[in-house]
């Protein structure tokens, strides 16, 4: 199961991953996110990371309904959004964040936090006033073309080539909008992927601590059990 970045287009983002996977024997299953490209839903462009999340767990209860599919062995490759997943859903074997960045931290880390709380307020007016007129108002991903980029100033390399490559070469794919609505910034500053991340760590090194405790117990029992054996015979 693969889940893809944002406003990702399963046709051609994780085409290669898909078909690896399945050369090698794995039943593969990748879906657009909800209310972008070919799925359904309203409103169109929206990207919250807690809906993501969703359609992952949506995404199990697909295919453990599968005769030919294990449920005790379900990998989970994919984005931040799929490390958040694997840790609020324990239903995979193993998860291999392919973009494993934490979207929410990034923004937080970007903007700053006088900058977040400016963007948070402006997120409310727009909520506020999008219910008042039904009218949505969306924002780039990134700049819809190379044009954009070089006018907004961007110097960074890897965003450039994204641009070159998702918004300006023969890849572009025709149903990708390549925007979110400006509403979604609340839901994606407020955003962790890996907010159980320490806990899960504290957690499996204190399973580690109790098992190798057990194991230590178990060895001196028997120690002790084959000295007192030895006693007698003596």
């Not at 060895?219 to 002790?224: F, G």
Request: proline share 4%.
């Amino acid at each position: 199961m693969l889940a893809t970045p944002g406003s990702g287009v399963k046709d051609h983002i994780n085409a290669n991953d898909v078909t690896r996977h399945a050369e090698r024997g794995f039943v593969t299953l990748i879906c657009d996110p909800s209310f972008q490209i070919k799925s359904g839903g309203e409103q169109r462009d929206s990207n919250e990371p807690l809906v993501r999340v969703e359609d992952i767990r949506a995404a199990v209860d697909a295919s453990v309904t599968r005769p030919f599919v294990s449920e005790e062995r379900i990998g989970l490759p994919g984005s931040g959004h799929a490390a958040n997943g694997a840790l609020v859903g324990h239903c995979f074997k193993d998860v291999g964040p392919i973009v494993g960045g934490n979207i929410g931290g990034t923004l937080r880390r970007m903007l700053g936090p006088a900058k977040v709380f400016e963007t948070l307020a402006k997120v409310g007016r727009h909520q506020i006033a999008g219910a008042k007129v039904a009218e949505r108002h969306c924002q780039p991903w990134i700049p819809a073309s190379m044009k954009y980029a070089n006018a907004a100033g961007i110097k960074v390399d890897q965003l450039l080539s994204a641009v070159a490559f998702y918004r300006g070469s023969a890849y572009r794919h025709p149903r990708s909008t390549g925007r979110l609505l400006s509403t979604n910034f609340g839901g994606l500053l407020g955003f962790d992927a890996f907010h159980l991340g320490s806990t899960a760590v504290h957690h499996r090194r204190q399973e580690a601590l109790r098992d190798r405790t057990i194991r230590g117990w178990r060895c001196t029992v028997r120690r002790l059990a084959d000295r007192t054996g030895q006693i007698s015979r003596d």
